[in-house]
Structures are given as C-alpha cells and as structure tokens.
C-alpha cells in the first residue's frame, strides 16, 4: 500500500474512532457512498457550513440566502438539460463485471504520470538544494516535459471526444493507453455508454396518478426558479447573489474515496446575477474571492491549485475548479462556473412566465448573467479533516496522533480537566463548563490521567485543554494549554474567555481574507 493510501485509511478510521462519520446504516451493512455524520463530525459541518454563509451572505451587503425545497416541479429538470445531459461516461470490464467512469479511468491514468512528474522534482529538489527551481526545473527536464505533455494531450483528447459525444473514441483511448480494470488487472472493455445521474421518485397515493419527480441533483435550480421572487421581493439591484447551502443528490457510479464522491451530500452554492458582458470580470473576483476563503483556513497555499475545464458544461462559457490536495491526490473541492443567462432564459421558455430584470440605469429588461461558485460541504469537510490530521514524533521518541483543525472550526473550543476527582476540583472545573458554555462548545473530562486526557483532546481536535489543579483553590488561575504547540500557561480563570474568544473568533479568521 502507497504511503497516500495508508494516511487515507487512517483517515477514514479517525473519522469513525472519534465520532465524526458513520457508515450509514452500518448494522445492516452500509448503504455504499452513503454516510452519516457523529457528534462531533456535525458540529464541524456546521462550522463550516457557518463559516461559508459569514462570509458569503453576511459580510456581502448583496448576497442573501435562501432555502428551497428538495423536490421540485419535474419541468425544472427538462429545462435546466439535468434530464437530457447529466450523464456519466460509463464502460463495464466484461471479465470482472464491475462499472467505471471511462472520463476517470483516464483521469486516474493522468494522475499516475503526474505522481512521476512529483517524483522526479522531488528528486531533483535534492540534488540541487536551495538554488533548486522548480518552474525552471518542469519547463526544461525532457523526462517531464514528455509526462506533461502526454497529460495534455489524452485530457484534451478526452474532452473533445466527450464533448462530440464520440464515446467510441473514449473507448479507442483507453485502449490505446492500455488502461486495465484497477481491481483485476483485465482489459475486456465493453462501449461507452451515458447513464443520467439524477434519481427519481413518486409523487402521489395511486400508482395511475403519480408523478415522477428528482431529487435534485443541485440546489442551484432552486435559486434560479426563485430569482424573481427574490429580486422583487428583496429590492435587490444587479449585481446580486442568492446563496443557499442544502443536500443534493446523484447516483453516483464510481462512488469510492469516502465522502469526497456521495450519493447524498450537501452543496453550498452562489448564483451571482450580473449584467450581460460582465461576466469575464466577475468571474475572475469571484475566483480570487473564493480562493482567499480557502487560504484564511491556513490550510497552505500549496495545496490549493487552479484547473481550468477544457470540457465546458451545456450551461457554461467558462469553468474553473479550485483544486485540493487530499490524500489520493489533487481533486476538485470547489466550482466557480460563468453560466451565461441559460438558466434562466431555459426557465422562461419551458415555464412561459418572464423572468428579466428592469434596469433603471440602462432604462431596459434583459436576462441577467450568472456566475456560479459551488462547493461540497462533505468534500470540504474530507479536506479540512484530513489535512489536519498528523501524527508527530516527540522529543521523548513517542508519537502523538493530533487532529489540528482550524480553531474556528474545531467542534470543541476548549476541554475543561479537574486534575483529580477530588479536593473540590472537579466542582471549579463544572462552573467553568456552566459558564463557558455560554460561548462556545466546551467539554469536561475528568476520566484518566491528565496526559491521557490531553492526548485523547489532541486527537479529538480541541484547540485548549484547561486544567484545574490546587493553585486554583488559592489563586483562582487555571494552566491552559494549547493543541498545536503543546506550550502550557498560567492564566487567571476570569480571563479564560477573551484568551479562547481571540483564538476561535470567525471575524479573526475571516478579516485574513
Ligand atoms: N451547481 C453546479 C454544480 O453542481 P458540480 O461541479 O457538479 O457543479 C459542485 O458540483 C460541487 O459539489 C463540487 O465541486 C463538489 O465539491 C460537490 N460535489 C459534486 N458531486 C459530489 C458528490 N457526489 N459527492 C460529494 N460532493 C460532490
């Protein structure tokens, strides 16, 4: 197993150890590519759930939320081109009958040779030390130069034929690259077939007289279908954002790598109405904005990349991916997509009911523009949770396992522990749960040594453990110390929740946008 997949399967253990993923209906086996989220893995949904709606609807005097329903009127799904053109390319291996995606089959293959190119700058970066330059090193080396363009060319290749809808010569591609099945190591390909992705139901009490319906696999219709009524309603001038974060789903055939690929999962998504013509330029802000909400994260800029699609949706004039580092590579975490005015001049012409914009200062009705910027909450989620999670070698040669998640994400702020059951302690240590509980998620644990205790915090994410020992009785002070560091100081307990406040604050964090 490579050194990805075992931190990837630590991962996913963690998740479950330390109560923040289930398996959904795991007594009965798990439905696959469905999850369920613990104790603590909903309140760090939250947190970032939270921490998206302060930055995209509260601090943008023009953006404002919504929240819609999940089934919607099946004409939805003709217009928006869900019914006729959300398809996966899929191809079956005739000798292990399992399915794949062809587009990711020859994407995983794409990766392969980019783990190369890693490779080699990784060993070049050794041998030149400090006056290494990668720029230089990757637009010179012949080897990657070779990789890179081996890379482009399938992928575009890919894209056109995808977009011709020539799945025979998606099919040609993964033969000549001679992709084998990952599990079995065969080559028996079937064709290339589209399968749509939304799944649908019943609406009704007699079999006669139901209506099928979706469930919808974005939540971005639901905005659309509302733009006027939020327009009007709202007085809301151009340019303005509707945002609303909500599950979606999609029946999803390649659905492995936990919660990064779901059936059920969770969007949070901005339309941005604009006027016709603006759309380069606000798709750029949009890009830069967004990329600077991941970065005040301080997850590290360089695991943050930009990938431009080559294939454009049937909506978009331009689509862009901000790209994450997860443990099996760089992935899409985020969408920001220039969707022209085809939502909603789809919607006019299927519903009959206008949908324009009277701009006073032009004096005339148009369509308005939009761009989109469209995230998982699960996928950031799996992004944040493992890229925080590390296992460090201390001085004294023993390794800690610590889950170092952004404090203003972490789903307990602090952990309050008596440092025995006994002499009054844990009495003082319950009175600072009861008041700072007030403003913030705190914990109290008092079972164990306190070296346990710290460890089992560490793991578990809590930014503060604070310790409540004899010298409390006297001086009324308290030890805090602090996840990342381990450092450990003395503070008075009257000055516990300016000291956790500065640290856990989502303006702190948010002013580094
Ligand atoms: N409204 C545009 C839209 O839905 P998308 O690229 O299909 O665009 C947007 O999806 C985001 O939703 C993705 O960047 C990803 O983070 C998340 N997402 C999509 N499919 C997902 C799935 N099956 N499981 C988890 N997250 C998913």
């Known amino acids: 197993m490579s050194k990805q997949e075992v931190q990837f399967k630590k991962v996913v253990s963690h998740a479950k150890e330390y109560g923040y993923i289930f398996q959904s209906s795991e007594i009965y086996d798990g439905l696959s590519a469905v999850y369920d989220y613990a104790q603590n893995g909903v309140e760090l949904k939250k947190n970032i759930r939270d921490y998206w709606w302060k930055a995209m609807v509260q601090m943008h005097d023009n953006i404002v939320g919504i929240d819609t329903a999940i089934l919607m009127h099946p004409t939805t799904w003709k217009a928006s081109g869900h019914v006729d053109a959300f398809n996966d390319p899929l191809i079956d291996n ?25 490779k080699e700058v990784a060993k070049a970066e050794k041998r030149f030390g400090d006056a290494f330059n990668k720029d230089e090193f990757v637009s010179t080396n012949a080897r990657v130069v070779n990789y890179q363009e ?79 009524n939020v327009q009007k309603t709202g007085r809301m001038k151009i340019p ?48 830069e904005t967004r990329l600077k909400w991941h970065l005040s994260l301080g997850m590290g800029a360089e695991n943050y990349r930009f990938h431009d699609h080559e294939k454009l949706a049937h909506y978009a004039d331009a689509a862009t991916d901000i790209e994450f580092k997860f443990p099996f590579g760089f992935k899409e975490l985020e969408g920001i997509h220039s969707r022209t005015d085809f939502d909603l001049n789809q919607h006019e012409q299927f519903s009959g009911k206008k949908l324009q914009y009277f701009d006073y200062e032009e004096n005339k009705n148009y369509i308005p523009y939009v761009v989109e910027t469209s995230i998982g909450l699960d996928r950031m989620f799996l992004a944040v949770f ?15 396992t610590v889950l170092k998640l952004p404090a203003v994400l972490a789903p307990n702020k602090a952990a309050i522990l008596p440092l025995v059951k006994k002499d009054g302690l844990p009495e003082i240590a319950k009175m600072i749960v009861d008041d700072l509980k007030w403003d913030f998620n705190v914990a109290y644990d008092e079972k164990d040594a306190v ?42 307990i ?19 946008m």
């Open 94 to 118: 005739k000798d292990s009958k399992k399915r794949y995606r062809a587009d990711v089959l020859i994407e995983d293959y794409c990766a392969k040779i980019e783990t190369k190119i890693d």
């Open 150 to 228: 081996k890379i482009n060319t399938t992928l575009s290749r890919m894209s056109k034929s995808l977009e011709k809808e020539d799945l025979a010569d998606v099919k040609a591609l993964i033969e000549e690259l001679d992709i084998a099945d990952p599990l079995t190591g065969s080559k028996n390909w079937t064709d290339v077939k589209q399968f749509n992705l939304m799944f649908g139901t019943k609406l009704g009490a007699s079999a006669e007289n139901a209506m099928d319906l979706y469930l919808r696999p974005e939540t971005a219709q639901g905005i659309f279908v509302n733009f006027l």
């Open 240 to 287: 303005f954002g509707i945002a609303q974060t909500g599950k979606a789903f999609r029946n999803e055939i390649v659905a492995r790598q936990f919660i990064f690929r779901m059936r059920e999962f969770e969007q949070m998504e901005m339309q941005f109405f604009i006027k016709p013509g603006t759309q380069a330029e606000w798709y750029e802000k949009w890009k």
């Open 494 to 512: 009257e000055d516990l929740r300016e000291i956790i406040k500065q640290e856990v604050d989502v303006k702190t964090w948010l002013m580094k």
């Open 451 to 492: 070296g346990r205790r710290y460890r089992r915090q560490d793991a578990n994410g809590t930014p503060f453990c604070i310790t409540v020992d004899h010298n409390t009785l006297e001086d009324n002070t308290v030890t805090i110390r602090y996840r990342d560091t381990m450092d450990q100081n003395r503070v008075k």
């Open 386 to 400: 493992s890229n925080a999670l590390v296992e460090e070698t201390l001085e004294n040669n023993t390794t800690r």
